[in-house]
């Protein structure tokens, strides 16, 4: 069995959230899981557990009733004494050893209820956190000195950042590592995955997380991107405007976490989250920015496997706002329809052979794990991402804003170019990590390389033809603490035109073998403030890239093609739109009609199938198509979906049918397609259409 679909849920199994995906991850441990895991088994689901790594309903370990002794001193905590919490009585943990071997203790008796594999999610420590007793007995073990305050200098601020990823990181590698082991000593086998948001939305909100370090670890099989509408509307600047660009932010998010197994056997799920964890939007907005990062995600064909939502009960029992009734109410059955056309959709990209109508330059922006760490400057206040934005100095906003990293990456993409943040450390663990890339912009300016050997993997891609745009004024006071660079080098910058056998003092395109570099000396938050200094960044990469002998190729959208499917968007703040011609079936719209010609303007996305690219039966379906069998001028099916839902599944039929049998219908004679309609059962309808 596959598992290229699957959700988390942590409420008891519900017929009207029981998606029909290949596998559900139970959620939370408790004394009802047993119980939970039981009944979603009996639904035919293979079934994984998750939990939170961190945080959790963990009393028995604060108060002392696993050990005898009370643990509050391994709460984050912050300057003041105070736990950062995730609810009452639920800390962030310091992830001690003693909290690892209680975490690994808790998840024990899983292992005898036949689960698959267990995600340990959002293994987090924030930033602002790092004064509990438990962190500087951390601190004094792992660096061989006192615990210093991290917001006392630059380089405490840094170190305190690594050390928080490295205690993320053991306590991973100690749990999966241990259990796993138990696991195959008993004759059974269990993988481990760990759910986490991207490294570009952990940047921002000012939370380290392992990251790139996931890879080392030999018994974590895989991760899930945590990408969706409550981290991709973060609000970013572009030409001096400060906005959310879900599509935008989405679609670098993927970008980035692709990297977390990329050049691996491990599996990667992105997540998509039809509502989001802020309760007071309407269905409305929830439904528009869901399209923006479903289709953000289906930009990146390297993918095929998708969490396609966390917590069903939230979404199909739950009333919200509308734009349409002062009420809360529930979900619209339109929505309810679209949302399962798309889950269903996705189980059929696998294995697509992709094209993309755009074979120009690739782009990619460096962004490195140690950015995670520089979320402070002396002097600036910048708060935490709590949207005090108003009330902070420019170089605040800029530092809430990561304007660094958003000042090199959206103006090549609101350019017309295919841009895809790369983490920076896999450049010396992953063979290939550029190959598909054409030019590189990086900057030291809000993150920095933690080793030499970075660089002459730098060297060696752009000896071979590659571009490298380096973007920097040496004002970063990170530049100055203790690292392999200091002493030797102003900032890592210099010993990287060294590799690089150039000089980084001169801002002219410079000759590497077949390759060329241009160091250019700007803030790289700079090119966030106006649409003049934007296009300035695009003028200077155009040159790199036509000094490459490849064509600038600005374009107003940006698409792929994935077997018969066509997904694109035009970015919200490109300079024009598209018209797309041909005969598709929309399966963004819950009728699924077919269009001839669709006209897009900035900020709209596409998901389409091409009716002309093969002569498949099924089109699309709000359901789960099983047990298709065609006889002659007769075809049957079962289709599965949550109890009540409107089904509607649309079959390639040139001709209309004589009888149908389970559904209602209608026929299309101009366009051959055959749409039956019937509510939701789980156990599925038999339907039957006769020719």
């Known amino acids: 069995m596959s598992e290229l679909t699957g959700f988390q849920e942590q409420a008891p199994y519900d017929e009207r959230t029981d998606l029909r995906t290949d596998f559900v991850m139970v959620y939370g441990l408790n004394e009802t899981t047993a119980e939970r895991i039981q009944r979603w088994r009996d639904a035919g689901y293979r079934i994984h557990l998750m939990t939170g790594v961190s945080w959790g309903t963990y009393q028995d370990y604060l108060y002392g009733d696993w050990d005898g002794q009370r643990h509050w001193d391994d709460a984050q905590t912050v ?136 890879r080392e670890l030999p018994s974590v099989h895989g991760a899930i991107a945590q990408v969706w509408t409550g981290t ?84 199909f029992t739950r009333p919200y706002r509308s734009e349409e009734s002062a009420e809360r109410v529930p979900i619209p059955a339109a929505t309810a329809t679209s949302y399962l056309i798309t889950m ?59 304007s660094d990293f958003y000042g090199l990456a959206l103006p090549p993409l609101f350019c017309g170019q295919q841009v895809r943040p790369v983490q920076l450390e896999n450049l010396i663990t992953t063979p290939g990590a550029l190959d598909d890339l054409d030019v590189l912009i990086l900057s030291y300016e809000f993150q920095k390389p933690l080793t030499p050997a970075l660089h002459y993997a730098l060297a060696a891609w752009v000896g071979q033809g590659g571009s490298l745009l380096y973007v920097g004024d ?67 990469l155009r040159a790199l890239t036509v000094a490459g002998g490849r064509d600038w190729q600005p374009g107003p959208w940006l698409s792929v093609r994935r077997g018969p499917y066509l997904i694109g968007a035009v970015p919200s703040e490109a300079r024009g739109g598209v018209t797309i011609t041909g005969r598709y079936l929309d399966l963004l719209d819950p009728q699924l009609p077919v269009i001839t010609s669709r006209d897009l303007e900035p900020g709209d996305v596409i998901w389409l199938r091409d009716l002309d690219h093969d002569d498949a039966l099924v089109l699309a379906s709000a359901g789960r198509i099983r047990d298709l069998d065609r006889d002659g001028g007769r075809v049957s099916f079962r289709c599965e979906a949550p109890l009540g839902v409107e089904v509607i599944t649309a079959l390639r039929s040139p001709e209309p049918p004589s009888a149908v049998d389970g559904a209602e219908w209608t026929h299309d004679p101009a366009d051959g397609v055959l749409r039956l309609r019937h509510p939701g059962l789980p156990a599925g309808t038999t339907l039957t259409v006769t020719w």
């Not at 962030?92 to 909290?99: L, Q």
């Not at 109508?357 to 002396?378: C, Y």
């Not at 035109?497 to 000396?521: H, K, M, N, P, W």
Request: glycine fraction near 6%; aromatic fraction near 10%; hydrophobic fraction near 35%.
């Open 232 to 315: 991709s509307r973060t609000p970013n600047v572009y030409a001096g405007r400060r906005a959310e660009r879900t599509f935008e932010t989405a679609y670098l998010e993927y970008g980035i976490a692709q990297d977390l197994t990329r050049g691996t056997k491990r599996t990667l799920w992105f997540l998509h989250d039809p509502i989001e964890d802020q309760p007071d939007r309407t269905w409305q907005d929830y439904l528009a920015n869901y399209r923006r990062t479903v289709v953000a995600s289906l930009l990146h064909p390297e993918i095929s496997n998708f969490e396609v939502a966390p917590w069903p009960h939230r979404i």
């Open 344 to 402: 269903n959709s996705l189980r059929d990209l696998d294995g697509r052979e992709v094209h993309r109508d755009n074979d120009g330059p690739q782009f990619g922006v460096l962004l490195s794990d140690t950015a995670m760490f520089q979320r402070w400057r002396p002097g600036v206040v910048s708060g935490h991402y709590d949207g005090l934005q108003d009330a902070l100095a420019v170089e605040g906003r800029e530092l809430l804003n990561f």
């Open 79 to 214: 300057a003041d004494g105070s736990p950062i919490l995730h609810g009452k009585d639920i800390p962030y943990m310091v992830p001690t050893v003693t909290f690892t071997d209680y975490l690994t203790d808790k998840l024990r008796p899983v292992l005898e209820l036949g689960v698959e594999m267990i995600h340990l999610e959002e293994p987090e420590f924030w930033a602002r956190a790092g004064y509990s007793p438990a962190f500087r007995r951390e601190w004094q073990a792992y660096f061989g000195e006192p615990w210093q305050d991290p917001y006392s200098s630059p380089e405490a601020h840094f170190r305190a950042g690594q050390l928080k990823q490295h205690l993320l990181t053991r306590s991973l590698d100690r749990v999966t590592t241990v259990l796993r082991d138990e696991a195959l000593r008993a004759g059974r086998d269990i993988r481990f995955s760990v759910p986490t948001h991207s490294l570009l939305n952990y940047t921002q909100w000012q939370i380290v997380s392992p990251e790139s370090t996931l």
């Open 474 to 540: 040496g004002s970063d006071p990170y530049h100055q603490i203790r690292q392999w660079w200091t002493g030797r080098y102003p900032t890592p910058a210099q010993h990287l035109a060294e590799a690089l056998g150039v000089s980084a003092r001169s801002d002219a395109i410079q000759a590497v073998g077949a390759g060329r570099v241009r160091f250019l000396d700007a803030s790289p938050a700079d090119f966030t403030g106006s649409a003049d200094r934007a296009g300035e960044l695009c003028d200077h």
